[in-house]
């Protein structure tokens, strides 16, 4: 596993396994409901003159529609979903409904294909939600996963850490969610038991997982939100099936402390 440094230090690897802390409450997907059927309505006003290309208005329309379908599926299904699946699910309608905005409110420059295509790469896990939804299924994978915490040569055995865990756009452009919206995403997303070991599971697709002081959520939220240095490992989709995906992190150099 390699570490690398950006904003903030990442491992590299496959995806996860976790329960949920029994205390995280349901989101409210009312906000990314109604801010899906305005983009919807915002889009079908746009004249001709807001697009580079009369042959992308027709696709960018039906984009916005699949997100405000699949925002009214979930919000309809919600009280059927777990609190990750929820939490996950608001993720991807957030960040589907942050570039429809950017794209449905442009004024200086015509809507570009890339950007039409940049929206369609939003909304491709939003189809497979509503796919799943629709035939009964559950709307997103998880793989199984365990964190164990070592001691560098020479230093005390770290104390009881929480593992932490958070969709990668998130810490990308935290900015497009808040730091309240943060902190209720770590507390769905965040392994049950801490370390170490610490068994779980993480939702299959492009996720950070990190280890810190146990409980923390507000003060993390606060790191993530605030663009601050964070020790994590990357976890990519897996294959259906992929055996127990193991994470070492060396202590005291990779705990996040807030």
């Not at 059927?80 to 409904?97: E, G, I, P, T």
Request: glycine fraction near 4%; proline fraction near 9%; hydrophobic fraction near 45%.
């Amino acid at each position: 596993m390699r570490l690398l440094v950006c904003a903030v230090i990442a491992f590299s690897t496959g995806s996860a396994w976790a329960q949920v802390p029994s205390a995280v409450a349901r989101q409210s997907l009312k906000p990314q409901v109604a801010a899906a059927q305005q983009a919807r309505q915002r889009t079908a006003e746009l004249p001709a003159s807001a697009y580079e290309r009369p042959a992308d208005i027709k696709p960018h329309r039906a984009l916005v529609s699949d997100i405000d379908t699949t925002a009214q599926l979930v919000d309809q299904r919600a009280g059927s979903l777990s609190a990750r699946d929820l939490a996950l699910s608001n993720y991807y309608l957030a960040q589907a409904n942050a570039n429809t905005q950017m794209l449905s409110t442009k004024s200086l420059q015509p809507i570009s294909a890339s950007s039409v295509e940049q929206l369609r790469s939003a909304v491709v896990p939003l189809r497979s939600m509503q796919a799943k939804l629709t035939s009964g299924q559950p709307p997103f994978g998880y793989r199984k996963v365990v964190v164990t915490v070592a001691a560098g040569a020479g230093q005390p055995e770290p104390p009881r850490l929480r593992v932490y865990v958070l969709p990668s756009g998130v810490l990308d452009r935290p900015e497009y969610f808040g730091v309240d919206t943060i902190r209720e995403w770590l507390q769905a997303f965040a392994f049950e038991e801490p370390t170490s070991p610490s068994r779980g599971t993480v939702p299959q697709g492009e996720m950070r997982v990190w280890v810190g002081p146990d409980m923390m959520y507000e003060a993390m939220a606060k790191l993530v939100f605030e663009r601050q240095p964070i020790a994590f490992a990357l976890l990519h989709i897996a294959p259906d099936n992929a055996p127990e995906l193991a994470l070492r992190f060396n202590a005291p150099g990779d705990i996040v402390k807030p």
